[in-house]
């Protein structure tokens, strides 16, 4: 995923599905400047991560 779709599906107030090594999560916050996501997992919201928006799946 690009930074860019990655900020719109973070500033949407709709869930798109989007995937990290497999597991279905939550986009909170993306700094472009550095190309990374703060991402949680659906099921567990204080399990935050910093991670490469390139690593993040998104599907249809």
Known sequence: MDVRRAQEI???????????N???IYIEHVDQ???VATIHPL??????Q??????LE???
């Open 10 to 20: 973070a500033s949407s107030p709709v869930m798109a599905n989007v995937t990290y």
């Open 22 to 24: 497999g597991q279905r």
């Open 33 to 35: 400047q550095k190309g």
């Open 43 to 48: 099921d567990k919201p204080n399990q935050k």
């Open 50 to 55: 910093s991670v490469p928006v390139a690593s």
């Open 58 to 60: 998104e599907h249809a």
